[in-house]
């Protein structure tokens, strides 16, 4: 199993392009998740999904926008890239939830210039 | 608004020396889960724990789920450069979200 797999790995980009992170998964698992890691800190959570068809806003949503039309897939968008959406994000995925665990992928490191 | 706080934020010790990290909050939750972050890549889940005071190894790994269910700690015994890492914990309260705390980035030097 290939698990959370996110692409691309690296980008850079200038203020005011837009972009989307890819992240598919192959586990058939129901919830899907967006955070965001930036230096030294933490995760914060962007948006999160539910299952195909539903999404929801997280912690730190402004400036992102994501879709879920597949179980697998759970793309997010970014508009008008800002300096402030410099960070590694992650995609994350788990079955029902919390209890079980969720597994990640291996992040995209984000810059903004 | 819930506080959930890791101490220390660092930690810096020589191979073989034991160590514990702390994760605490004003909420009560219905489980808990530890992660530990290598460079470079995403978290890793290393266990749940769902009742209080129960307590889960992981070979030198001692996780320990306060009795209340407001906090946990995670205790190394005679570190290994491979642990270094940042180690996440991530709470549970209602419903199926996980909160995520800032970590504690240990550092295991040979």
């Known amino acids: ?113 | 608004t819930q506080l959930l706080e890791q101490s220390p934020q660092f930690l810096s010790i020589q191979e073989g020396e034991n160590l514990t990290v702390y994760c605490n909050s004003s909420s009560v939750f219905s489980s808990l889960q530890w992660y530990r972050q290598e460079p470079g890549e995403g978290p890793v889940l290393l266990v749940t724990v769902v009742t209080g005071g129960e307590v889960k190894k992981l070979k030198r790994l001692t996780f320990q789920f306060g009795d209340a269910r407001k906090d946990s700690s995670l205790h190394i015994t005679a570190a290994q450069p491979g642990d270094t890492g940042l180690y996440l914990c991530a709470p549970q309260r209602g419903g199926n979200m996980l909160t995520f705390g800032g970590g504690t980035r240990l550092m295991v030097k040979p």
């Open chain 1, 1 to 113: 199993n290939a698990g959370v797999t996110q692409t691309p790995k690296f980008r850079i980009l200038k203020i005011g392009q837009s972009m989307t992170l890819q992240c598919t998964q192959d586990m058939n698992h129901n919830y899907m998740y967006w955070y965001r890691q930036d230096p030294g800190m933490g995760l914060k959570l962007i948006y999160y999904s539910v299952g195909a068809g539903i999404t929801d806003k997280g912690e730190v949503p402004n400036g992102y926008n994501v879709s879920r039309s597949t179980t697998e897939d759970f793309p997010l968008r970014l508009e008008l890239a800002a300096p402030s959406q410099t960070s590694v994000y992650f995609c994350a995925s788990s079955q029902l939830g919390g209890p079980m665990g969720y597994t990640f992928g291996s992040g995209t490191r984000l810059t903004v210039v």
